[in-house]
């Protein structure tokens, strides 16, 4: 079974919609948890972490929920720039686990 | 703030060449430090992580090899390149528990 779980989309939706990804995790001792973006040909970007009474900032809001292993992430008004792929990433002891990402193509 | 630099940016090697990849962190003490490959329209594949000088953990049993000599500073290499170790090699750090994990900016390494 695999560490995290995402759906890989592509999501096209047009700029102002609201759009969510989820991901599932496999290891219920994962501590921590984050969203990356990861532009075409360049390295992964922390987007925000996830904290487990759920958190937001600005037009994103990150959610988990350790009981069923589920992460999510919902982003509102979208624009051209959220063009990206989204990483999923828990992290356990020293080690972080990505998910294969959830391309996310914001048309005008 | 803290820094983290790869080099070079990119690389063309042919096969059964030798590889040496390096990044080095600026700004911190005693970081983890992680070697990732990403192939092409792939996920990232961890290959090494090290929690201190000397100290490396190997996740994928293959031709490559890491090594930490100074605290900020990790170094993956290869006797000699196979086709299949191309792809974009993905240096990043974190600091303790629970913190996050930060990206160098990678090294595109084509193996002809």
């Known amino acids: 079974r695999k560490e995290v779980e995402q759906d890989p989309g592509p999501f096209n939706v047009p700029e102002g919609a609201t759009v969510a990804f989820n991901c599932t995790y496999s290891?219920?001792?994962?501590?921590?948890f984050f969203w990356y973006r990861q532009d075409c040909r360049k390295e992964p970007k922390l987007l925000m972490s996830?904290?487990?009474s759920g958190n937001e900032d600005g037009r994103f809001t990150a959610q988990l929920n350790r009981a069923s292993q589920y992460i999510s992430l919902l982003i509102r008004d979208s624009k051209l720039s959220d063009s990206a792929t989204y990483l999923c990433?828990?992290?356990?002891?020293?080690?972080?686990?990505f998910g294969t990402g959830t391309s996310l193509t914001v048309i005008p | 703030s803290q820094t983290i630099h790869q080099w070079p940016a990119t690389l063309v090697q042919p096969v059964g060449s030798p590889l040496s990849l390096e990044c080095t962190v600026e700004?911190?003490?005693?970081?983890?430090l992680y070697w990732y490959r990403q192939a092409a329209g792939r996920g990232l594949q961890l290959l090494f992580y090290?929690?201190?000088?000397?100290?490396i953990s190997s996740e994928v049993p293959q031709n490559l090899s890491a090594s930490r000599p100074q605290d900020r500073q990790f170094i993956l290499s290869s006797k000699k390149l196979l086709l299949s170790d191309s792809g974009f090699y993905l240096c990043?750090?974190?600091?303790?528990?629970?913190?996050?994990?930060?990206f160098g900016p990678g090294t595109r390494l084509l193996v002809l």
């Open positions: 990043a750090w974190s600091e303790g528990a629970g913190e996050t994990q930060y």
């Open positions: 290891n219920s001792a994962s501590q921590s």
């Open positions: 996830v904290y487990s």
């Open positions: 990433v828990p992290r356990t002891g020293n080690q972080f686990y």
């Open positions: 700004g911190t003490s005693n970081p983890n």
């Open positions: 090290s929690v201190g000088i000397g100290q």
